[in-house]
């Protein structure tokens, strides 16, 4: 069985750009930012990725409440302050490149705000579920789109993707909970379905809402994805959904 690290590792090429980087991604922030268009594509996935570092905060320390035991409720909240420090590396960049974080993260609140209410868990494994699996899509969609971005701006978003402990937490906790109790799997695997659904349905809408950031998706900015590229990032991140869910114990 694959390791959640070994399906963190392979779920995108978005980590393999040993090969020569051409264009945007082969530029620093300074030069690239030179195009005001790829500037705004920046700051709005910058704020995006800021409002959901906070969101998860949030979320994280609202579904310690749920927690079984006081051991698993430090877990979460360990997991939490390491989202909150992710926020605010975002947070000094906008500021540092003269975007005001609050403006910048703005138009994505309303949306975010909107997929945490619908995928509101109802218990303690829900929770974990939603922490691995909903985290990890949009973290597997952020990476996509870090293979086009300027080497600095690159780092950055690679850096505050990195596994916060979700992981390898949650397989312990639900496989252990399935395995106690194997109805419970039918549950969370159509739960998982749903986030699936939601987390794919609130990303297409933030883009299709950005002028910016849906032009250099599509390959308005130099290096940017083409349609048919589109299509198969959304088949990898699929995938590596599929890969999660067996690491979970469920069908996907």
Not at 203 to 228: E, H, I, K, P, Y
Request: no cysteine; proline share 3%; glycine share 6%.
């Amino acid at each position: 069985m694959e390791t959640p690290d070994d399906i963190n590792a392979t779920a995108t090429a978005a980590d393999d750009t040993t090969e020569a980087l051409t264009g945007i991604a082969a530029q620093d922030w300074a030069q690239a930012s030179a195009d005001p268009q790829y500037r705004a594509a920046v700051v709005d996935l910058l704020g995006a990725l800021a409002y959901g570092e906070l969101a998860a905060f949030e979320r994280l320390a609202e579904d310690a409440k749920l927690a079984p035991t006081l051991e698993d409720k430090a877990e979460l909240a360990k997991m939490a302050s390491a989202e909150f420090h992710h926020f605010e590396r975002l947070r000094d960049r906008l500021t540092a490149i003269d975007a005001p974080p609050t403006e910048a993260m703005a138009p994505f609140a309303a949306a975010l705000d909107e997929f945490h209410r619908q995928t509101a868990p109802s218990d303690w494994l829900e929770g974990l579920v939603k922490a691995y699996v909903g985290d990890s899509i949009a973290s597997d969609f952020y990476r996509e789109v870090a293979v086009r971005l300027d080497s600095d701006t690159r780092d950055l978003v690679l850096q505050v993707l990195d596994d916060t402990g979700h992981a390898s937490f949650a397989v312990e906790k639900v496989r252990a909970a399935i395995e106690a109790e194997p109805r419970v799997g039918g549950r969370l695997a159509l739960w998982a379905r749903r986030l699936m659904g939601e987390a794919l349905s609130q990303a297409q809408r933030v883009v299709a809402d950005r002028d910016a950031l849906s032009t250099m998706l599509v390959g308005g900015v130099a290096d940017g994805f083409d349609l048919a590229e589109v299509g198969r990032m959304f088949s990898r991140i699929t995938e590596a959904h599929t890969k999660r869910m067996a690491a979970l114990g469920l069908a996907a």
